[in-house]
């Protein structure tokens, strides 16, 4: 099983920050997670595989589930309990029927970076139209980042809003690349972008 199944994404978000937690809120179909919780999500082809291994995780621990997604290439699910150490033991018993490592993950790479200042009226309403998080204002600085495999930019998010004083506009986690769009002065924006590509970076894994 080990040689065709692919760890598309492992990666754990030790504290679930106030708006990340609140806007997972909106999107979730499971258990609603609260700012504070620790949180993990895993990424896989072939997707299917998904059910099998949130069956693993849930039965094991005290860690609740949030998502469970299958699209047209990927499955991914994100577990969370405000007991760390029962999220953390989710993803190792996962790992371990799996006999697969943390590492043998796939290296998360940064496809697009864009820092758009001053961003234009008519260009803030046509994105405030797709956005589930905060509104975009007129005249605010604006980062967008896109990365793959899809699921790290939960990661990217979290850990930008940890740096920096920004606003989450929207996040995109499934499908071949994960998208977030966040807004605030030009300075938090920078911040929030260097937290962002720096959490990337630092993630070890294996080239896809």
Given at each position: ?208
């Amino acid at each position: 099983m080990a040689d065709k199944f692919q760890l598309r994404c492992y990666c754990l978000l030790d504290r679930m920050q106030a708006q990340y937690a609140a806007f997972v809120g909106t999107i979730t179909q499971g258990d609603l997670p609260t700012e504070g919780m620790a949180s993990l999500y895993i990424e896989m082809a072939p997707g299917n595989e998904v059910f099998r291994t949130v069956d693993i995780a849930v039965k094991a621990t005290e860690a609740k589930p949030g998502a469970q997604i299958v699209e047209r290439e990927f499955g991914m699910f994100e577990v969370h309990s405000m007991n760390q150490a029962a999220v953390i033991e989710a993803g190792s018993v996962v790992l371990d029927r799996l006999a697969l490592k943390v590492e043998d993950r796939v290296k998360p790479q940064i496809a697009s970076v864009q820092v758009i200042t001053r961003v234009d009226s008519y260009q803030a309403q046509l994105l405030n139209r797709f956005r589930r998080g905060s509104m975009l204002v007129p005249g605010e600085t604006m980062l967008v980042l896109e990365c793959a495999p899809a699921a790290y930019i939960n990661y990217a998010c979290n850990e930008a809003e940890k740096r920096a004083s920004i606003k989450i506009v929207h996040v995109s986690s499934v499908g071949r690349y994960g998208r977030m769009w966040l807004s605030g002065s030009e300075a938090e924006i920078i911040n929030a972008k260097n937290a962002a590509i720096q959490a990337l970076e630092n993630l070890e894994g294996q080239p896809e």
